[in-house]
Every structure is written in structure tokens, then in C-alpha cells.
């Protein structure tokens, strides 16, 4: 029991991860707290399912389908990451947080009535990525291989944007740009063009987990909102802003998550509530928050 409580919440975790880690590296960049990030994990898993139903269709083996997934995740971050910051961020960058929420929330709204144009209202169905690789026996019970390739996914990807962050000259550009946007420009960076980029990482990493938990789920309208709300749980307890608070929130929610659906079935949403609301009370930025505000 424990064994699979273990698993089950880092499967959870991974999920989560891949969500909020987009959502708080685009607060700590762009100081946007982003609503329509749900709706850019829901067209990753679209995009993802569309793409992967079409190759089956035309015969190709079903160990592409793992090819197709991060596509459709990849296309998501490149089209609508970049559009959606240059025709309605920019203009609000500064601006109340109530115009943020509006403007993003209006967003998510667009975007679902897209995706209901696009794909329809009827579930999308693809388990071809999630049997391809089959079980393994944990404890007796027979356990999913997909779920380890998802936890996979989600360290992959977050050792990566840390590294990115914090080794490259990239990630320095992004830090300058966070504490002083002014005189960062005044430097020659193109603090434009950072945020376009830093906007669509964060976009692609909603659609890579959209894209990733779709052969596990129907995908229908309105499936990513439970994900997305228990994303700004995660980094409520980890603290906006910090990639490492992300993945440490991320983990005690899903474990959390877990032990109380295998335990205390009725107490799963109390319990995460409960954890942020102790965490907070005690630490009000967050388990990794920042000490003082930064200045863009």
C-alpha cells in the first residue's frame, strides 16, 4: 500500500510540476499571475491527442505516438505562446492585478471556445501511448510503465529550465531583466523579446503536461480546470516565483493527494487546502517565497 501511495503521488506530482513550473516562471519574469494557463495545458492535450489520432490513422507504428505528444506540446508553446503575449500581455505589463486576472481570465475564455470550435464538444480518446509500454508488478498490483515515463518527463524538463535559468547567459539575461527591467534595457537587452520567450516557455510547459496526462483521460471541455486550481495550490505553498518551490509544492500535494485518496477518500481536497493554509499562516510567501519585492 505504501509502495503505491508513493507512486500514485509522484505521478500526481509530475503532473503538477509540469503545470505550475510554467505558471511561476512566468510570474517571476512577467509579475503576470496567468488564468488562461489552463486553457494552454487543455490545447496541449488537444494538440497532442489530434496529432497522435492522425498518425494512427495513417498506419505508422505506435511507439511515434511518444513523438507526437511533444509536438503537439512544442506547437502549442511556439503559436499561442508568443501570440498571446505580443497582442495582449504587453499592454497591461504594470497594471493592476485585477486588470491581470480580468484580461488572462478573458483568455482562457477565448481559448475554450476555440478549442470547442476546433475539436467539438465530444471526448477525445488515445490509450495507444499509455498500453504501448505496459505494466510492471509493484506490491502485487499491477503498475502502468507511462506514469514512470511521465515522472520522467517532468524531471527532465525541470532540471532543464533550472539549468537554464541559473547556468546559462540566458538565464542571467532573464534574472537582470527580473530584478531591473530599466536598466537592463538601458544595457541593450531586448527586454521584449525576453518576455516573449519567457511567456511561451511557460506556455509550452502547460501544454507538455496537458500533452503528457492525455492518453490517461478523456479529453474534454473544461477537464483542465480541477489541474489548474491545484497548480496554484502548488505554488501557493512553494512561493510565486521560485522553480524549485514549484517542484517541492508540487510533491507534497501529490503525495498528499494520494496518501488521503487511498486512506481518507473524502478528505482528498481538504487536505491540500489545508496544507497551503498552514503553510501560508506561518510563511506567507511561501515555503521558497521571496524575502522583498523586485523591481521590473
Do not use: C
Not at 7 to 30: H, I, K, Q
Not at 170 to 183: C, L
Not at 231 to 243: K, M, R, T, Y
Amino acid at each position: 500500500m505504501v509502495t503505491i501511495i508513493i507512486l500514485d503521488g509522484l505521478n500526481y506530482a509530475a503532473n503538477l510540476f509540469l503545470v505550475s513550473v510554467g505558471l511561476t516562471f512566468v510570474y517571476g519574469v512577467l509579475r503576470i499571475l496567468n488564468i488562461s494557463h489552463g486553457a494552454l495545458y487543455a490545447l496541449g492535450a488537444y494538440m497532442a491527442t489530434w496529432l497522435t489520432l492522425l498518425l494512427l490513422k495513417v498506419g505508422l507504428p505506435d511507439i511515434l505516438t511518444y513523438f507526437t505528444l511533444l509536438v503537439g506540446a512544442i506547437i502549442i508553446g511556439l503559436v499561442f505562446g508568443p501570440l498571446i503575449e505580443r497582442l495582449a500581455l504587453r499592454r497591461i505589463y504594470g497594471s493592476d492585478i485585477h486588470i491581470q486576472l480580468l484580461l488572462t481570465y478573458s483568455i482562457l475564455l477565448i481559448l475554450d471556445d476555440l478549442m470547442k470550435l476546433v475539436w467539438g464538444t465530444d471526448p477525445l480518446f488515445v490509450s495507444e501511448p499509455y498500453s504501448f509500454i505496459g505494466m510492471f508488478e509493484v506490491s502485487g498490483i499491477l503498475y502502468p510503465w507511462y506514469n514512470i515515463l511521465l515522472m520522467g518527463v517532468a524531471v527532465v524538463f525541470g532540471s532543464f529550465l533550472i539549468w537554464l535559468v541559473r547556468r546559462t547567459r540566458f538565464g542571467k539575461i532573464v534574472v537582470s531583466v527580473i530584478y531591473d527591467r530599466e536598466i537592463s534595457a538601458a544595457m541593450g537587452v531586448n527586454v521584449g523579446l525576453i518576455f516573449t520567450v519567457a511567456f511561451s516557455i511557460g506556455a509550452f510547459s502547460a501544454a507538455l503536461g496537458g500533452a503528457f496526462i492525455a492518453p490517461t483521460i478523456a479529453v474534454v471541455p473544461g477537464f483542465a480546470i480541477e489541474v489548474v486550481v491545484m497548480a496554484f495550490a502548488v505554488i501557493a505553498i512553494g512561493g510565486l516565483g521560485s522553480l524549485e518551490g514549484a517542484a517541492l509544492g508540487a510533491l507534497i500535494v501529490g503525495l498528499a493527494r494520494a496518501t488521503s485518496i487511498h486512506l481518507f477518500a473524502e478528505l482528498e481536497l481538504v487536505v491540500i487546502y489545508l496544507i497551503m493554509v498552514l503553510v501560508l499562516a506561518f510563511l506567507p510567501k511561501g515555503l521558497f517565497g521571496e524575502v522583498e519585492e523586485r523591481r521590473i
